[in-house]
């Protein structure tokens, strides 16, 4: 996992600690694709790495929603997920 990735994986973690701390009984979380060539099937780079921080503290992914969009960055692949306390 890269720079980036693991910075966002890191993240992913704060967030969920914060709000499992919290006493939250759902995180729901935006997750941007890293990787750019989003029309080829195939790995979604740093997707994976996210949810799997996420649920290392205590949540489960429940629901997931897809939108792509056009940033300065170019086009990405951005994922909203409902995740609920285990």
Do not use: P
């Given at each position: ?5 693991n ?5 992913a973690?704060?967030v969920?600690?914060?709000?499992y701390s919290?006493?939250r ?11 750019s ?10 997707v994976g790495?996210?949810?799997?921080a ?6 489960i992914l ?25």
């Amino acid at each position: 996992m890269g720079f980036i990735n693991n910075a966002k994986a890191n993240e992913a973690t704060r967030v969920a600690t914060e709000a499992y701390s919290a006493g939250r009984q759902i995180l729901v979380f935006k997750i941007i694709e890293a990787n750019s060539s989003h029309r080829h099937t195939g790995l979604m780079a740093g997707v994976g790495e996210q949810v799997e921080a996420i649920e290392a503290q205590g949540w489960i992914l429940d629901r997931m929603a897809g939108a792509e969009g056009k940033a300065l960055t170019g086009e990405r692949t951005a994922l909203i997920c409902l995740f609920r306390r285990r």
